[in-house]
């Protein structure tokens, strides 16, 4: 095995449990649906607004519940932000609303599932939106607190 292989391997080896770790903390998505998931108006709503949002160019996450009534998404007003996932608190909210575990609907502009609008699910639903924090790359104002 050559030097950097080795360290490789070795690296890899130090850094699984932690990874593991991490990954046991971050909310479940729920598995994905064979069948298109029933969204009601007001998540459809909800769907338009995140689109508007985030455009084409727009980094962002829409998670929606299993039954289509809860909804949340994140988003970033400029290119880049402070967050280093935008599914993780899209599905957060999203289960804080429902109770259960979300699935990811849509990342940026693109969908992720299929999913159908139906009025035949009932009305009603908690959603909600959070705007990521922007970075902040002032380098020239060092002594600021």
């Given at each position: ?14 850094l699984a449990p932690t990874v593991f770790a991490l990954a046991a903390c971050a909310p479940s998505a729920a598995p994905p649906s064979r069948t298109p998931i029933a969204i009601t ?105």
């Amino acid at each position: 095995m050559t030097h950097t292989r080795t360290i490789a391997v070795t690296l890899l080896a130090a850094l699984a449990p932690t990874v593991f770790a991490l990954a046991a903390c971050a909310p479940s998505a729920a598995p994905p649906s064979r069948t298109p998931i029933a969204i009601t108006p007001e998540t459809n709503a909800e769907i338009a607004k995140y689109l508007r949002v985030v455009k084409s160019t727009r980094p962002g996450a829409f998670a929606v519940s299993a039954d289509g009534r809860d909804s949340y998404f994140t988003y970033c007003e400029e290119i880049s932000c402070a967050a280093p996932s935008y599914t993780q608190p899209a599905l957060r909210g999203c289960q804080s609303y429902s109770g259960a575990p979300c699935t990811i609907l849509f990342t940026r502009n693109e969908p992720r599932l299929a999913f159908t609008r139906t009025e035949a699910t009932g009305t009603g639903g908690r959603h909600g939106s959070e705007e990521q924090r922007e970075l902040d790359f002032d380098f020239n104002d060092r002594n600021r607190n």
